[in-house]
C-alpha cells in the first residue's frame, strides 16, 4: 500500500515538473525518473556540490579532545584553530575548481600548488621560525594533465521515446589516458573485478564496464582494476568505465592507463547503467546502448615542484628533527593532506613560541610532488640541502591524520577518527613508546600494533638512513573527490596536534643512540 502511495506522489511530482518544462530533478538534486525515458530508470544525481560530503556527516560528532591538566594554554593545538588553516587550505583547492579545473586541486607544478606554498611561507614567517623559503626544483618527467572530458550515454528510442542523452558527470579519466578523435562505441558488461575470469563475451570495439567493489579506498582494488582493464584491451575494448562502487558519485583519481582510454565512474553513475543495461538486455535492445567519449589531456613538460621550509633552533644546532607535511592534493584533499599540512603549521607555532624551546632543532618541511612523478618534494630537499640534512636524527610524517571513519558494506560514516597505522622505519623500541604514552594520554585513533612501514611521503627520506616515523590511514575517502573539509574531525586534529607536539618534545628529549639503536656508530 504504501509502495503504491509513494508511486502515484512521484508520478505527480514527475509530471508537475515537467509541466514546467525542466529537467526532473528532486530536492536533492538527484533526476526523477520518467516513464516513457530509460525504461523509467531514475537518472543519475550528478557530481552534485562536491565540495561538500558524499554522506550526510552531521551526526558523526567524535568526542572532545582530552586536554591534560598543565597544556589548557596550548591553543595553538586546539581544534577550531587548526581547522580554520585547514578551511584556508581546502579553500586553494575550492579556487582551483572555481577557475574551471576540471581536475582541481592542490597540484604540484600548477598554480595551486605553488598558492599552497605561498601561503605556508607567509604562516611560517608570522609564526617567527628563522631561514623560512620556499625551494624550488625542476621535474624530471612530464606530467599528464586533463583539461576537459565527457561519457555520455546516447539517447535511443528503444529505451522510451522521452529518452535523452545522459552525461555520467562522475566520470574522471584514469592517469595517462589519451584520445585523439571522440569516440562512439556499444558497451559491454564484463562484470565484477572479483570475478575468477572475465566473461566469454566480445568486447572488440566496445566500451567494456567493470565495477569494483573496494572496502578501503578505491586503491585497495587497483591492482586487479588495472590488470583486467588491460586484458580488455588486449581483447579489443576500445575503452574502459571502472564503476566504483562506494557512495554517491565521486571523482575517483586512481589507476594508470590500461592501454585505452579507461574512465573511473561514480556509484549512482554506475547504477544508472547498470539497471538500463539489465532492462535493455530483457527487451532485447541491449546492443542500442552506446556510449560516445571525448578527452582533451595533454602531457606538460618543464614544471617546477616546491618545499617551503623554516627552523626553530633548539638549544643545540648539532642535530636536528624534520616534521614533514606534503602540501599538495588532489580535488579539495582535505584529508589528504589538508590535515596533516595544518597540523604542521600548528606546530611550528606552537615550538616558535620561547617556552616550547627544544633541545634540538627542529627543521619544518611543506613538501611538494607527492602525487606528481618525477617531482618528489622529500627527494629533491635532501638532495639540495645536504649539509643541513646531515645533521638530522629523526623524520616526522604528518600524513591523513584526522579523518572521519568511513566504512563500505552498507557505506557510512562512524562518530570517531579512522584508525591509523603507526610507522617506524627502525622500529626502535624507545620511539614505539613514546607514542604508546601519547596514545594513551591524548586518544590519538592509533591501531594498537605498530610495524615498520612507511608507505607515504617518508620514502623520499630513506637515503638519510634516519628512523622514518607516521601515523597514516587510507580510507575510502583516498583520492575522491569525497575528500571534503566536512569530513574531517575538528577533535581529530586536536588530538593529532597535541600528540605531535608531546612525540616531538619527548623525542628531543630521547638519546641518538635510543633513536637509533641500530646505526653502527651507536652500536
Ligand atoms: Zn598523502
Redesign the pocket.
Known amino acids: 500500500m504504501r509502495r503504491l502511495f509513494s508511486a502515484v506522489l512521484l508520478t505527480l511530482s514527475v509530471s508537475a515538473v515537467f509541466a514546467a518544462g525542466q529537467q526532473p530533478q528532486t530536492a536533492d538534486g538527484a533526476s526523477a525518473a520518467r516513464a516513457d525515458a530509460w525504461f523509467g530508470e531514475r537518472l543519475p544525481m550528478g557530481l552534485g556540490d562536491p565540495h561538500r560530503p558524499i554522506l550526510d556527516v552531521s551526526a558523526a560528532k567524535p568526542a572532545a579532545a582530552v586536554v591534560p591538566a598543565g597544556e589548557e594554554a596550548n591553543t595553538e593545538l586546539a581544534g577550531p584553530a587548526v581547522r580554520r588553516d585547514l578551511e584556508s587550505i581546502v579553500g586553494i583547492s575550492r579556487a582551483d575548481r572555481a577557475r574551471g579545473e576540471k581536475a582541481w586541486g592542490r597540484i604540484t607544478g600548477f598554480r595551486a600548488a605553488d598558492d599552497t606554498h605561498a601561503w605556508v611561507l607567509q604562516q611560517f614567517k608570522a609564526a617567527g621560525l628563522k631561514d623560512v623559503e620556499t625551494q624550488t626544483y625542476d621535474s624530471t618527467q612530464p606530467t599528464w594533465y586533463p583539461k576537459a572530458w565527457e561519457v555520455k550515454l546516447l539517447a535511443t528510442d528503444k529505451a522510451g521515446a522521452g529518452s535523452r542523452d545522459v552525461v555520467l558527470a562522475s566520470a574522471f579519466p584514469t592517469s595517462g589516458s589519451q584520445l585523439a578523435q571522440p569516440l562512439t562505441a556499444p558497451l559491454v558488461f564484463v562484470g565484477a573485478t572479483t570475478d575468477a575470469a572475465l566473461p566469454d563475451v566480445d568486447v572488440k570495439g566496445k566500451v567494456a564496464v567493470q565495477t569494483l567493489h573496494p572496502q578501503a579506498g578505491a586503491f585497495s582494488e587497483r591492482t586487479r582494476t588495472t590488470e583486467r582493464a588491460r586484458e580488455l584491451a588486449k581483447r579489443g575494448a576500445v575503452a574502459v568505465l571502472n564503476v566504483v562502487e562506494q557512495a554517491g558519485n565521486m571523482h575517483v583519481r586512481d589507476f594508470s592507463n590500461s592501454g585505452v582510454p579507461s574512465f573511473n565512474v561514480g556509484t549512482d553513475d554506475g547504477r544508472f547503467l547498470k539497471a538500463v543495461a539489465e532492462k535493455a538486455r530483457a527487451a532485447g535492445v541491449l546492443s542500442e546502448l552506446r556510449v560516445s567519449i571525448s578527452l582533451d589531456a595533454e602531457m606538460r613538460r618543464g614544471l617546477k615542484g616546491h618545499n617551503t621550509i623554516g627552523i626553530v633552533p633548539g638549544r643545540r644546532a648539532d642535530e636536528i628533527v624534520i616534521v614533514n607535511a ?1 602540501a599538495d592534493g588532489w580535488f579539495d584533499a582535505a584529508g ?2 589538508g590535515d596533516g599540512l595544518a597540523v604542521l603549521i600548528a606546530l611550528a607555532r606552537h615550538f616558535a613560541k620561547p617556552e616550547h624551546q627544544l633541545d634540538r632543532t627542529l627543521l619544518f618541511v611543506a613538501s611538494g610532488g ?1 602525487h606528481g612523478g618525477g617531482m618528489n618534494g622529500p627527494g629533491n630537499l635532501v638532495t639540495m640541502n645536504a649539509p643541513l640534512l646531515a645533521k638530522a636524527v629523526l623524520v616526522l610524517n604528518l ?2 591524520i584526522a579523518q572521519l571513519h568511513f566504512q563500505n558494506d552498507p557505506f557510512r560514516v562512524n562518530a570517531a577518527e579512522q584508525p591509523m597505522g603507526f610507522g617506524i622505519s627502525n622500529e626502535a623500541p624507545a620511539i614505539a613508546a613514546i607514542a604508546k604514552r601519547g596514545m594513551q594520554r591524548y586518544g590519538f585513533a592509533l591501531r594498537p600494533n605498530f610495524s615498520n612501514s612507511t608507505a ?2 617518508l620514502g623520499g627520506y630513506a637515503p638519510l638512513g634516519i628512523p622514518r616515523v607516521q601515523a597514516i590511514h587510507s580510507g575510502p575517502m583516498y583520492h575522491t573527490s569525497g575528500d571534503t573539509l566536512d569530513t574531517i574531525s575538528t577533535p581529530g586534529l586536536e588530538r593529532a596536534a597535541r600528540f605531535y607536539a608531546f612525540f616531538v618534545t619527548e623525542v628531543s628529549k630521547t638519546a641518538r643512540t635510543a633513536l637509533q639503536p641500530d646505526a653502527p656508530r651507536n652500536r
Open positions: 606534503h589528504d593532506n607527492h600524513e591523513h607515504g611521503d
